[in-house]
């Protein structure tokens, strides 16, 4: 409640620095000055000596009761530890909800300004364009704003099927594909997809070869090609 709140707030008011000129520094490990959080959380007093270290029962360890401590330079470590826990845990949660909203306000700018930019480079694009497949693929939205009428595949013996098939949009009405099917397939990073392994995947057939192939079978190898 409302209550807590200022209890808590009391409590970290108590952890300000409160030194005056010619007081003793309490340092760290490496010689550096810790601030007052840090220097209560090595289990010191305000004067930097250490608390006694008296066992405390479970109810002393819970966060009910360490919230409700006047002073807090009295905790030993261990419940200085519980306190700096829950404090932490509540100031996640509260963070949580807006780190939520603006993620999504983020991600709402982000698909304006994507689309702000496909609009200017569709207005840049002339009519003929040059890519690779992998820039179709990852220009995708930009290729479908196009609706490009044809589409030219040189090499098309090299390419993989799913290479090709991303660069078709619904405007395509042409697919010319220029290649030697008799020379270099698509690599495969895995030797199991290809023909050779004869495991029936076959990724490594590209559409061009396919195509061909199944025109050998219907008309003759002259009328093919």
């Not at 003759?220 to 090609?225: P, Y």
Request: aromatic residues 8%.
């Amino acid at each position: 409640g409302d209550d807590d709140e200022d209890e808590d707030d009391d409590q970290k008011g108590k952890l300000k620095d409160k030194k005056k000129k010619g007081d003793w520094k309490t340092v760290g490990a490496r010689g550096e000055v810790l601030e007052p959080l840090q220097k209560w959380l090595t289990a010191v007093d305000l004067n930097g000596k250490p608390v006694r270290n008296y066992p405390p029962n479970s109810f002393q360890m819970s966060p009910d009761y360490l919230t409700n401590v006047a002073d807090v330079w009295q905790m030993n470590k261990e419940q200085r530890k519980v306190l700096f826990d829950y404090w932490k845990t509540e100031i996640i949660e509260a963070h949580k909800s807006e780190f939520a909203r603006n993620c999504t306000k983020y991600e709402e700018i982000r698909q304006s300004r994507e689309a702000i930019t496909t609009v200017e480079q569709l207005c840049i694009l002339r009519k003929s364009i040059g890519v690779t497949t992998s820039g179709a693929a990852s220009y995708s939205s930009l290729l479908k704003g196009l609706h490009p009428a044809i589409i030219l595949c040189e090499e098309a013996g090299e390419v993989f099927e799913s290479h090709i098939i991303a660069c078709l949009t619904q405007g395509t009405q042409h697919l010319i594909m220029i290649g030697d099917h008799k020379q270099l397939r698509p690599k495969c990073s895995e030797f199991a997809l290809e023909i050779e392994s004869r495991n029936g995947y076959d990724l490594d057939v590209s559409l061009f070869e396919r195509l061909v192939k199944l025109r050998e079978k219907e008309f003759g190898i002259e009328r093919a090609i």
